[in-house]
């Protein structure tokens, strides 16, 4: 009982005391609200700091922040080579000119869509003479880009050719080349109302009227094919239609115009013969047999092996003769042009050849 009494006697002591204290926090610190220190004005409030007393000091305006070191450290630095910084080239705008180029085959003939070769050399000569080719392209008309500046152009048509120097600036540029060719297509036959002949024992060579350095017609295209189209300059030529590989040739001049195609046909007299050497007449062919032609003046025409061997003879009369083991047969041929024929050659003692 005694213990309870001093507890609760405690108890009305600590209120006791707090009633007393109360008044005195309620009262306002000398000087009135916001008084200065040591109770003038401006003085502390009660339970706050003086300003600027504290562990967070402001600067006055007129202080600056601290200057930063001169080599700050990254957060995370990276561990990669440094990259080296190169400053930015300053590129001139680039200056061209596009040449626009059309071939023609007459002044007012219309462009040519195909078969045409376009060649681009700068102007300046190299120290052996050559110029450098800048550009190139097979087809019809073609556009080249180029710097500006001249240069010499080459334009070839089949056999036909020509090169201008032109000069570009700036921009575009358009041309136009006149080759001044024509074209023709060859074909023989051995008389009149005759099928043309084989393209596979026919070829022709085309000449120019001039002379090369050995004083000889300047060849322009050897080995024509007949049926193809030859593209030529605009001028005279002779032509030459071999048939077979012996002696049967013939040659025509012929007239190649521009911005035309001539069809032209050339007549052979010649014709084709078989030989073969038989025991008697429309026997069997003897094999491994040699064959000489000769004209008749005795001038060798051409030879061959075999039994059933075939020549292209121009027209008229030719010794034939047959070589087999150690006989020796000979036989009169007339070749008519147009005529192909088999010619028996017989292995007697009658058709023995003499010396």
């Known amino acids: 009982m005694a213990r309870c009494n001093a507890a609760r006697n405690r108890w009305i002591f600590v209120a006791a005391a707090l009633v007393a204290a109360t008044p005195s926090l309620a009262q306002s610190p000398p000087g009135g609200p916001g008084g200065g220190p040591g109770g003038g004005p401006g003085g502390p409030m009660p339970g706050f700091m003086r300003p600027g007393s504290g562990p967070l000091e402001l600067l006055p305006p007129e202080v600056g922040p601290a200057p930063l070191p001169d080599v700050v450290t990254p957060y995370a630095p990276s561990t990669a080579p440094p990259v080296e910084t190169k400053p930015l080239a300053t590129v001139a705008p680039r200056e061209t000119a ?3 180029l059309t071939a023609r085959l007459t002044p007012d003939g219309p462009p040519i869509g195909a078969g045409v ?10 120290p052996d003479g050559s110029r450098e080719l800048v550009a190139e392209r097979h087809g019809g008309s073609a556009d080249f880009v180029l710097k500006p500046g001249g240069y010499f152009v080459y334009c070839g048509f089949g056999y036909a050719g020509t090169t201008e120097h032109v000069v570009v600036g700036t921009g575009l540029k358009a041309d136009s080349i006149v080759l001044n060719a024509g074209g023709v297509r060859l074909s023989a036959v051995t008389g009149k109302d005759r099928p043309p002949l084989n393209k596979d024992d026919l070829s022709f060579d085309i000449f120019a009227q001039e002379l090369d350095s050995h004083g000889e017609p300047k060849a322009v295209a050897l080995d024509v094919a007949p049926g193809a189209i030859v593209r030529l300059p605009a001028k005279t030529y002779n032509v030459v239609a071999n048939y077979g590989d012996a002696n049967a040739r013939t040659t025509a001049d012929i007239d190649v115009k521009a911005g035309k ?13 078989t030989l073969k ?11 491994d047999t040699r064959w000489s032609i000769l004209t008749q003046a005795g001038d060798l025409v051409t030879s061959g092996v075999g039994a059933f061997p075939s020549f292209v003879l121009a027209e008229g009369d030719y010794t034939v003769i ?16 147009g005529e192909d024929a088999d010619v028996e050659v017989l ?9």
């Open 98 to 100: 596009t040449l626009s």
């Open 261 to 273: 195609l001539s069809d032209i046909t050339l007549t052979e007299k010649a014709a084709k013969i």
């Open 117 to 126: 070769v376009w060649r681009i050399f700068g102007e300046a000569q190299g």
């Open 277 to 287: 050497l038989v025991s008697n007449e429309g026997g069997e062919a003897i094999a």
């Open 347 to 355: 292995a007697t003692d009658g058709q023995k050849a003499t010396n």
């Open 322 to 337: 047959a070589n087999h083991e150690d006989g020796q047969f000979q036989r009169i041929v007339s070749v008519v042009s």
